[in-house]
């Protein structure tokens, strides 16, 4: 008979592990926008100072990734520059590569769909994070769609993002929410926010005003909608950082056509698109990007403080 495979528990640092022993906010936060978002040097400042901000509004947080074939939940000083560190050579994982990772040893950053799937398994119910990946233009021949919406319909996380990229098919990501039932809630707003912009062309089907009532409505999605889907809330970029909607528009047009004209096609077509806007809008897209990241922090954060009162009154 062959041997079975080693399961291998995430590590769990001391300070995230004591709060959700007694049952305290904590909040995951990913680490592919640290090791493949960011320039290196601002990356770490940034690793820091969204830990900071989930601090600050009364949470633990708990940056996640596989190191040395290990899933980590909580990232300490040394880790994280490990993980910000372009020579530590980091491969990108979704959940579907975490075993390969894991059985391997490899390091690797997780995106949304491997950090929520590692979150989860460790008893970490709220997640931060920039943009959710979703349904590409042209799926219906390339059939690209990001495993973030499969891992969400059956991971019951709660995921604060600024809604998805405008390179992104928005309506159709949207319809295939609704069909994987994942409620979708807009964080003080009418409209699904486009990540740079802070509305699209789409409504939100339920809107939340404060922490409370986002807590509110996730405690009784766990308690009483059968299955186990994750919630989607969707908080717009903070006001004066929302980039401008005439640069905006250029640079999505002028991508667009450059797709064309490399003939993009399939998983490259997002990073290609997104690497024009970074170097053609001279540095204000990563602008945006920290700030929404840090306002999506806070706003986990304080919702996971809220779902903590929830479920102490119960």
């Not at 807590?215 to 994750?230: D, F, K, L, M, Y």
Request: aromatic share 4%; with cysteine.
């Amino acid at each position: 008979m062959g041997t079975q495979p080693q399961v291998i528990a995430p590590d769990i640092n001391e300070e995230v592990a004591a709060a959700l022993a007694e049952g305290r906010a904590v909040v995951a936060l990913e680490s592919t926008i640290l090791a493949h978002g960011l320039p290196p040097g601002r990356n770490r400042e940034v690793a820091a100072r969204v830990e900071q901000v989930v601090r600050d509004a009364g949470a633990v947080p708990a940056t996640i990734a596989v190191l040395d074939g290990r899933p980590v939940v909580g990232l300490d000083d040394k880790q994280l520059d490990r993980v910000c560190d372009p020579a530590s050579g980091l491969v990108k994982l979704s959940r579907r590569d975490l075993g390969p990772a894991i059985a391997l040893g490899r390091d690797g950053a997780t995106t949304v769909a491997g950090t929520a799937s590692i979150a989860a398994r460790a008893g970490v119910g709220v997640f931060a994070t920039g943009g959710l990946g979703g349904v590409h233009r042209g799926a219906a021949e390339s059939w690209d769609v990001s495993a973030d919406l499969s891992v969400l319909a059956e991971t019951p996380v709660l995921v604060v993002c600024s809604g998805v990229k405008s390179v992104l098919d928005i309506g159709a990501t949207l319809e295939l929410l609704e069909t994987s039932s994942v409620p979708v809630l807009g964080y003080r707003t009418d409209r699904f926010p486009a990540f740079y912009l802070r509305e699209s062309d789409f409504d939100v089907p339920w809107r939340v005003d404060d922490p409370a009532q986002a807590a509110a409505v996730v405690a009784a999605h766990r308690a009483h909608a059968p299955g186990r889907s994750g919630v989607l809330l969707a908080n717009p970029v903070p006001v004066e950082y929302e980039m401008d909607r005439e640069l905006h528009d250029r640079l999505l047009a002028e991508g667009l056509e450059l797709l064309v004209t490399r003939n993009v096609r399939g998983k490259d077509v997002t990073p290609v698109l997104l690497e024009h806007f970074h170097s053609a809008s001279g540095g204000v897209s990563l602008d945006t990007n920290e700030q929404l990241v840090l306002s999506n922090a806070r706003v986990a954060a304080a919702v996971s403080v809220e779902l903590g009162r929830v479920e102490l009154a119960r």
